[in-house]
């Protein structure tokens, strides 16, 4: 049996952060794995980039984690602004090591969107200014070409646990760190889960069978709120407070 913890979608939620591992030490777990956006946000880039570098977790980069590495300013919103501000030359290193896509226990493969883009969302399409599941044949097109078995992504903030007839799982934990959002690419859209919980998932493989558990972990969400505040990002605040847009 082997239990790998899931977290993705950070974005500089310390406390948020420090909930989720607090709440990993009273499980048994494997192996933990983080599939990127992981410093990028109005709160607290630096200090959460710190305790990330200290974890022995295995990581992939997001699509904030590539921007801020290319320091590509006419991609950036105000919080990558504002991690880009703040991150250490280091800290811009460690960002920087880390891949795009790996491949774990020969047979699952961790990426944050697609496998093929950061910034695209894998079991999601867009309409009416909001996010749904996409048809099971859009997804399977979207995998084409691709036999491992279980996928491990993020991005969309959504937690999932999607099983295709080929026998191929997809996970998606949801986010630690942003509850929910607004997005202008590639159309504005909203994000939401309805909860200001820090959330991710264990993932439990015994021979050919694997469970989802999906966890919900309480924090100071009012604090990261403020922090927010304090950065002039108050719509951000409303995210972390209810986990809904409007």
């Known amino acids: 049996m082997t239990r790998i913890a899931i977290l993705s979608d950070i974005h500089g939620n310390l406390p948020a952060l420090e ?23 109005p709160l607290w880039p630096a200090e959460t980039a710190d305790l990330l570098m200290r ?25 990558d602004e504002l991690a880009n501000a703040v991150i250490t030359p280091s800290q811009r290193d460690w960002l920087r090591s880390l891949p795009p896509s790996r491949t774990i226990l020969g047979d699952i493969v961790l990426f944050h969107g697609t496998p093929v883009d950061d910034t695209g969302y894998l079991t999601e399409d867009i309409g009416h200014g909001r996010v749904h599941l996409s048809a099971r044949k859009d997804i399977e097109n979207r995998l084409r070409g691709y036999t491992q078995r279980v996928f491990l ?9 999607i099983r295709l007839p080929s026998g191929q799982m997809i996970v ?22 309805g909860s200001p919980d820090a959330r991710y998932a264990i993932l439990t493989i015994t021979g050919e069978s694997t469970q989802v558990d999906f966890i919900s972990v309480p924090y100071d969400c009012e604090k990261a709120a403020e922090r927010a505040r304090v950065n002039h990002q108050p719509y951000c605040a409303t995210w972390l407070q209810t986990g809904f847009v409007e």
């Open 172 to 193: 998606n934990p949801g986010s630690v760190g942003l509850p929910a959002y607004f997005d202008p690419h590639p159309e504005p859209h909203i994000v939401e889960t």
């Open 19 to 41: 909930a989720v591992i607090s709440d990993l030490q009273t499980r048994p777990i494997d192996m933990t794995v983080a599939l990127g956006d992981l410093v990028s946000g």
């Open 153 to 161: 992504c993020g991005h969309t903030h959504i937690p999932r646990d």
């Open 55 to 79: 974890q022995t977790w295995i990581y992939v980069a997001g699509n904030h984690d590539r921007q801020l590495v290319r320091k590509d300013a006419a991609t950036f919103g105000p919080t």
